[in-house]
């Protein structure tokens, strides 16, 4: 009985390895294809350099739509569509302009309005400055020290956190969130340090909210230099003002698309993997990080299958996200529909970190699910993979974790992203071929072996 307990071990072993090693053969031939003959740089550089900026509502959306569908059909995938998803439509207007008025000098600094503010009156607002760093500081001063006041909310991103995404995690509530709790104690207007570590004066938009039943006041980003300089200021002259003029405006909702392009499986075809990134940006620069990046690596995928005649078991369905940035809807749309359909998105992998050089994928979902994904991490080590966790999965793909989905982020390097994230520097010259390549590569892989073997 031992014995023959033992052979079937050892029959199982071997197949088990025969099946690692064909896999692994597979991975090296995605791989070799992506660095060889992708196009994902060329589509990259159309959405960047032909089109730039495409902030929900725009024209440029609508452009960037209409682009990456002709780009799918290109490919001769088995579908192409789109899908209708109603978004904000916010305008910047004009440039800013930004000054600190101290002892009857006047010094320019650089501001962004950030995303859904208001307008200041035409003439600007001008106002003395209460510096904080946290709204624990801000409520212990009160309604008599912030009334008719701007609030300065400087609070930088932590050096400390080696991921920078946890720095920007713990600092972006500060930009999303003080405008109403600083009305909501008098204050006539808000000026944010703006979400980066590096020091320089190019502000970072983002997205900000209002509470509705609280009035609304004006809320800007300031550059990191900007910052310093006006906290540098206020330590010596705790009567200077700040003084800015932005002219934003938030018009009615437009139609816009989720664009969608898959592979039909061969065994499974009611089982989808899903691979996608999202197609606004913000307008500042051309968003070629955030998250042309993303959405190029994604339609990548399709590409090295098809060019490789690689058939998968279960759907591998591509999907560009239109909104991401200030409001969502696009996510929320696909995962609306996802519930009436037949078929089920049983995985995602979203690419939202940027085009940087690849060093894993972070897992949110089924613990079954991502140990079975975390047993594949042995075939990636060749190609530098190595940190594979529990963590986030995406904004856009988030919308499914009620369904049961299992979902996936994938991780570049992070260092340089904050650098970018959001501001004018978010440019087509910043991105590297070989490292979105090899992005591209990482997630066709991992999307393929999920093909293949599904997720239970």
């Given at each position: 009985m031992q014995k023959k307990s033992l052979i079937i071990f050892l029959v199982l072993a071997s197949i088990h390895c025969h099946a690692q090693q064909s896999d692994s053969i597979m991975i090296r031939k995605i791989y070799d294809e992506a660095l060889t003959n992708s196009k994902c740089y060329n589509w990259l550089d159309f959405l960047s350099n032909r089109i730039g900026g495409r902030l929900s509502?725009?024209?440029?959306?609508?452009?960037?739509?209409?682009?990456?569908?002709?780009?799918?059909?290109?490919?001769?995938?088995?579908?192409?569509?789109?899908?209708?998803?109603?978004?904000?439509?916010?305008?910047?207007?004009?440039?800013?302009?930004?000054?600190?008025?101290s002892n009857t000098q006047k010094t320019a600094v650089s501001i962004c309005a950030l995303g859904s503010s208001i307008a200041t009156p035409k003439e600007g607002l001008i106002a003395e400055v209460v510096e904080v760093s946290n709204w624990e500081e801000m409520e212990n001063l009160g309604s008599e020290l912030i009334r008719g006041k701007i609030v300065f909310m400087n609070h930088p991103m932590k050096p400390t956190y080696v991921n920078t995404f946890e720095a920007y995690g713990e600092a972006a509530k500060f930009r999303y969130s003080t405008a109403s709790k600083a009305a909501a104690l008098g204050a006539k207007g808000v000026v944010v340090r703006s979400m980066t570590m590096a020091m320089d004066n190019n502000p970072h938009a983002g997205a900000m909210g209002y509470d509705e039943l609280i009035d609304k006041i004006p809320a800007c980003a300031i550059s990191t230099l900007g910052a310093e300089r006006l906290s540098g200021i206020l330590k010596k002259d705790k009567k200077a003002q700040f003084g800015f003029i932005m002219s934003p405006q938030t018009l009615p909702d437009t139609l816009s698309h989720n664009v969608i392009g898959e592979i039909v499986g061969t065994e499974f075809p009611k089982e989808v993997i899903l691979i996608g990134g999202h197609l606004d940006a913000w307008d500042l620069g051309d968003g070629a990080h955030d998250d042309g990046a993303g959405v190029v690596q994604a339609m990548e995928v399709l590409h090295i299958l098809k060019s490789l005649n690689v058939?998968?078991?279960?759907?591998?369905?591509?999907?560009?996200?239109?909104?991401?940035?200030?409001?969502?809807?696009?996510?929320?749309?696909?995962?609306?529909?996802?519930?009436?359909?037949?078929?089920?998105?049983?995985?995602?992998?979203e690419s939202d970190a940027g085009g940087f050089s690849p060093r894993g994928f972070s897992f949110k979902g089924d613990s079954l699910m991502i140990l079975k994904a975390m047993s594949w991490k042995k075939m990636f080590e060749p190609y530098l993979l190595f940190d594979w966790r529990k963590g986030y999965g995406g904004a856009d793909i988030n919308h499914l974790h009620d369904q049961g989905t299992l979902l996936i982020g994938f991780m570049p390097d992070s260092q340089r992203y904050f650098d970018l994230h959001h501001a004018a520097t978010d440019t087509f010259d910043k991105v590297n071929k070989r490292e979105l390549e090899l992005g591209a590569a990482a997630m066709a892989s991992l999307a393929w072996l999920l093909s293949e073997y599904g997720v239970k």
């Open positions: 509502g725009s024209s440029q959306a609508a452009e960037a739509v209409n682009y990456v569908q002709m780009e799918l059909t290109k490919l001769n995938v088995d579908d192409v569509s789109l899908q209708e998803v109603m978004v904000p439509h916010w305008v910047r207007g004009p440039k800013e302009q930004a000054w600190i008025i058939k998968p078991k279960r759907t591998i369905r591509f999907v560009a996200f239109m909104n991401e940035e200030n409001g969502g809807k696009g996510g929320e749309k696909y995962a609306q529909s996802a519930k009436s359909d037949k078929r089920k998105t049983i995985a995602a992998i």
